[in-house]
């Protein structure tokens, strides 16, 4: 249930910035002639958690899922795509602050969509507040900011969407592929993004390499650099506190929420600090989900930012002073970062710094940048 507090920010009223203006009237057709595989691709034995219950993906579900990502019919005035703030370049993230929507920006940072299915954490969006990915799927197709079919007002509805789509021919064999007959419904339009999304995983980083070496999280990789290997420690072991909540020894524990191999999200993690609202006004106490901290690095070693689901961080460096000395407490700040009655300070070392920042370099694949199987089908 969401608190007052979470309602008021989430109804408040956003700037208007003049969005997109109306995207022109001409239907695009997909290029879907080279058929890709999505159900089972290969997921290393060392990766063990799975956020849904029902957790599926099909090859034609999937396919049918890319089309409808990177189809700019789904918005209202048919100027954004489900790509245009998750896009593939940047590991299905954005790199604004704030997305631009068909009514204007978004309230939070777009998240990355990697791994999303392995994420763990108490849910989807940075607050966990969707349980399954059909349901997240949905929802901004319906939010006025996003792409606005909120039915709300006198706006289109998604019933006006899908009478949309059963007008776009291509659809036809699309469906009949995935589900055996032509019919669109909301349950099927959420069903294939939900696969497309779930299809979306990277495990070809220099991690996973030197984690097929090793028996655990907990030994030297023989692949990586002192420096990597000295960041893994870091990350991975708890810090000792002195009476004052500053650290005396140990590393970062950073490992403890975001916990390998996935780097996903400790279910029960708290917020961490970081709760101004991208649009000011209330702070934003309910964000405790993170995206997986792989990927925050782009393959070509340039960083993915900005971080955490304001933005407010352009850099790792900034991250890691945030968790060096964290500015400011509220009732939802994790305990473990709240060692003694304030919050924590690291007594870091540019050193231990730089040493912790190149371990999440080795987060990075390449496959979820490039692969065509999630690339734009309507390129031609
Ligand atoms: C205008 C920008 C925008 C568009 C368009 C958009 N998203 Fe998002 N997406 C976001 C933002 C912002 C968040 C985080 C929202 C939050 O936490 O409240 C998000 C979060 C998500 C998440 C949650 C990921 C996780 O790990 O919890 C999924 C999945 C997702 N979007 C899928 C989609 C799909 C599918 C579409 C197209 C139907 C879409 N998005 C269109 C901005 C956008
Ligand atoms: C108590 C749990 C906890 C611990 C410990 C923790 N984090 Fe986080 N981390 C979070 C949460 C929750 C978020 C999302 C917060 C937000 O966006 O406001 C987050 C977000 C992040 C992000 C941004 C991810 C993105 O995609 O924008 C990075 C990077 C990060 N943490 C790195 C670290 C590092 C490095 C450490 C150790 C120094 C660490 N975290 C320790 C809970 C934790």
Redesign the pocket.
């Known amino acids: 249930m969401a608190c007052d507090k979470e309602e008021a920010l989430?109804t408040a009223p956003v700037p208007e910035i003049g969005g997109p203006t109306e995207g022109e009237d001409v239907v695009q057709t997909p290029d879907i002639t080279n058929t890709y595989t999505y159900a089972d691709l290969p997921v290393p034995d060392y990766i063990i958690r799975e956020n849904e219950e029902e957790s599926y993906v099909t090859d034609a579900g999937a396919t049918l899922?890319r089309v409808?990502?990177y189809d700019r019919q789904?918005?209202v005035n048919r100027t954004?795509?489900?790509?245009?703030?998750?896009q593939q370049q940047l590991a299905f993230g954005?790199n604004a602050k704030?997305?631009?929507?068909?009514g204007g920006?978004?309230?939070?940072?777009?998240?990355?969509?990697v791994n999303?299915r392995f994420?763990g954490?108490p849910?989807?969006?940075?607050?966990?507040?969707?349980t399954a990915?059909t349901a997240?799927?949905?929802?901004?197709?319906q939010?006025h900011?996003?792409?606005g079919f909120s039915g709300i007002n006198g706006k289109p509805s998604l019933a006006d969407l899908l009478e949309r789509l059963r007008g776009l021919t291509y659809y036809e064999a699309l469906f009949v592929a995935a589900y055996g007959d032509a019919a669109i419904t909301e349950e099927r339009l959420a069903d294939a993004?939900?696969q497309?999304?779930r299809s979306l995983q990277s495990f070809d980083a220099k991690y996973d390499a030197g984690r097929e070496l090793v028996e655990n999280d907990g030994q030297q990789f023989p692949n990586f650099t002192e420096q990597e290997n000295r960041g893994r420690a870091l990350f991975g072991s708890r810090p000792q506190f002195g009476t004052q909540g500053g650290r005396i020894g140990g590393g970062f524990g950073c490992g403890a929420c975001h916990q390998a191999p996935e780097f996903g999200i400790d279910p029960l993690s708290g917020n961490n600090g970081v709760t101004a609202s991208i649009a000011g006004g209330l702070p934003d106490e309910s964000?405790r989900?993170s995206?997986?901290l792989r990927d925050v690095f782009k393959p070509d070693g340039s960083e993915n930012g900005p971080f955490m689901?304001n933005g407010a961080f352009p850099n790792l460096i900034a991250v890691m002073e945030h968790y060096n000395n964290i500015p400011a407490d509220n009732p939802g700040l994790d305990a473990r970062l709240r060692p003694a009655t304030v919050p924590q300070n690291m007594n870091m070392t540019v050193a231990e710094r730089d040493a912790v920042i190149a371990f999440l370099k080795t987060l990075t694949g390449t496959s979820i940048y490039t692969d065509p199987r999630w690339s734009d089908p309507f390129t031609n």
């Open positions: 989430l899922g409808l990502f789904l918005s954004l795509s489900c790509a245009s703030c998750h954005d704030a997305s631009a929507g068909v920006r978004t309230r939070r940072h777009a998240m990355r969509l999303t994420n954490g849910g989807f969006f940075w607050d966990g507040r969707a990915l997240v799927a949905l929802q901004p197709i939010d900011l996003e792409m993004l939900a497309f999304v964000v989900r995206p997986t689901h």
